[in-house]
């Protein structure tokens, strides 16, 4: 399975973006997707995941303002952010949970 991220960009604090999870691979209506993301000099931290089933979790963090979700037939996983806080800024990840190899990430950047 491979997985790209995309869809980062710089935005203002309070506003919104979509990131987008293109998974490749027979086997991505049974995977659980997750999408992590990864401060500086730090670990990367699950921010939310979604089962083969569809049921959502998420980093206390974010609820309310995350919501992750999956398009079986596109083969993609997505995480719209809404009221974005400058403390999200970050390379964002998508990739199985557990993770397998790491693709390359999407920044976010949100300017207070």
């Known amino acids: 399975v491979q997985l790209q991220a995309s869809g980062g960009g710089l935005v203002q604090a309070e506003g919104s973006l979509r990131l987008s999870c293109k998974v490749s691979?027979?086997?991505?209506?049974?995977?659980?997707v997750a999408w992590y993301r990864q401060y500086p000099g730090k670990r990367r931290e699950s921010v939310a995941f979604?089962?083969?089933?569809?049921?959502?979790h998420y980093l206390d963090s974010v609820k309310g303002r995350f919501t992750i979700s999956r398009d079986n037939a596109k083969n993609t996983v997505y995480l719209q952010m809404h009221s974005l806080r400058p403390e999200d800024t970050a390379v964002y990840y998508c990739?199985?949970?557990?993770?397998?190899?790491w693709g390359q990430g999407t920044l976010v950047t949100v300017s207070s």
């Open positions: 979604i089962t083969s089933g569809g049921t959502a």
């Open positions: 691979g027979s086997s991505f209506r049974i995977e659980n």
């Open positions: 990739n199985t949970m557990p993770p397998q190899s």
